[in-house]
């Protein structure tokens, strides 16, 4: 079946720091990405939409400077948190939209701690 | 605009019991609707999902769900859990390109 993976699977950055999560399909190709996030015991929440070759499209309420979005090709879309601040820890999920069969495959998340 | 509710936050079910969970949604057209099983610290796998035809649907791991437009509402059943179905589970609906999710169930599986 399709697999997504994410990486780190764990991260504990400082504040005021930047961290990276990447968003890989294994094997597919997914012109379009989905981020989420996670707030414990709730919802998946969309942050925004990541389109291959074009800029991200972000959800009300998601500060597109703060969460940088990146989808530089058909298997990697990066997720950047900007000046991360203590608020920002979370569980950040990501989405592929298989090109073919038009599902979308989730991966296993990313836990961010910011202290 | 879409919205999803799953009314029960945590369910305790013995294992070997039928297991039923609550989703309703609101949605402005005809909806795609899907339940995700997580389990800790992982991604969401798919379940099952109803876009259209027969109302009743069949998923992986044994489970069904029933699409009752009257009602608005896409419950998910197993008849006899395992203590493998211990996880969360989200229903969610959406257009196949952006999903809304309902907060989860929690369900645990006694001995």
């Known amino acids: 079946g399709a697999v997504v993976s994410q990486h780190p699977s764990r991260v504990i950055c400082k504040s005021g720091t930047s961290v990276k999560i990447e968003c890989r399909s294994l094997?597919?190709?997914?012109?379009?990405m989905f981020w989420y996030r996670q707030f414990p015991k709730q919802s998946l929440m969309l942050m925004a939409t990541?389109?291959?070759?074009?800029?991200?499209?972000?959800e009300q309420g998601v500060e597109k400077d703060k969460f940088l979005i990146n989808h530089a090709s058909l298997t990697l879309s990066t997720l950047t948190v900007t000046s991360a601040h203590p608020e920002d820890s979370s569980f950040y999920i990501c989405?592929?939209?298989?090109?073919?069969?038009?599902?979308?495959?989730f991966g296993p998340g990313t836990r961010l701690t910011v202290t | 605009a879409q919205s999803v509710t799953q009314p029960d936050i945590h369910i305790t079910v013995s294992e070997g019991a039928s297991l039923e969970l609550r989703c309703n949604y609101s949605?402005?057209?005809?909806?795609?609707l899907f339940w995700y099983v997580q389990s800790p610290g992982q991604g969401l796998q798919l379940l099952l999902k109803?876009?259209?035809?027969?109302?009743l649907v069949q998923g992986i791991k044994g489970f069904e769900a029933e699409f009752k437009r009257s009602q608005s509402s896409f419950n998910l059943r197993k008849p006899s859990v395992h203590w493998s179905d211990a996880a969360e589970y989200f229903c969610?609906?959406?257009?196949?390109?952006?999903?809304?999710f309902g907060a989860g169930t929690t369900v645990t599986v006694r001995a």
């Open positions: 989405s592929a939209r298989d090109l073919e069969d038009l599902k979308q495959y």
């Open positions: 094997d597919f190709q997914a012109t379009t």
């Open positions: 969610a609906v959406g257009d196949d390109y952006k999903l809304s």
């Open positions: 949605y402005g057209a005809t909806p795609y």
């Open positions: 109803y876009f259209s035809g027969d109302t």
């Open positions: 990541s389109n291959e070759g074009s800029k991200a499209t972000y």
